[in-house]
């Protein structure tokens, strides 16, 4: 083959690569540290800052409480767990969403070591030390225990007032040909239902 054409081919490739590489939405996860105008300040576990710009079609969702006897067979939940060493999961947050939101069972930057389940109710089974509920989604289902104390949450429209000091966010944004971060989503957890 031509080198030259090898060369546009390669730099098709690059190119495509990393259009893709800046489409991938970039995912932060701490505490706020500030707001100021449309810029969210995010400290992570780690101690990172991130600046994060809000925008008009920034999508603001807060966390309410309910009880595990709200979540039905059909609803859709995020449930964030742990792997104890026999292999059954352990709910560290369940969250009933909306609507279905990326569904399937996958690891986690909840904590160190988490999985994160999005999927449909299929069951709520009683359980020895709290409740199962079971899970199904595309391709596969998952068991997981919840503890009897767990706080459970479910999503609701919020606003920028949601955005204080202190609250934990989880957000999805993109980053901009000068890699500056525009949030697309920010999920923000109220204290009453953050997990203990």
Known sequence: ?????????????????????????????????????????????????????????????????????????????????????????????????????????????FQPGSTMTNATVSATVQATEGRELVLTYKGGSQRIVVPQNLPISELVDADRSALVPGAEVNLSARADAQDKLAAERVQVSKPAAKPR
């Not at 969210?40 to 807060?62: A, D, N, W």
């Not at 309410?64 to 560290?92: C, E, H, Q, W, Y």
């Open 1 to 109: 083959m031509d080198t030259t054409i090898t060369a546009l081919l390669l730099s098709v490739v690059l190119f495509s690569a990393a259009s893709a590489e800046a489409q991938n939405p970039v995912r932060v996860r701490g505490s706020i540290a500030a707001l100021r105008g449309d810029m969210l300040t995010v400290k992570s576990r780690e101690g990172t800052i991130s600046e994060i710009q809000l925008t008009p079609k920034t999508t603001i969702v807060s966390t309410s409480p309910i009880a595990l006897s709200d979540i039905k067979p059909n609803d859709f939940v995020g449930v964030a767990a742990m792997k104890r060493a026999d292999g059954t999961l352990v709910a560290a947050e369940v969250r009933r969403f909306p609507a279905p939101s990326n569904e399937g069972h996958r690891p986690s930057d």
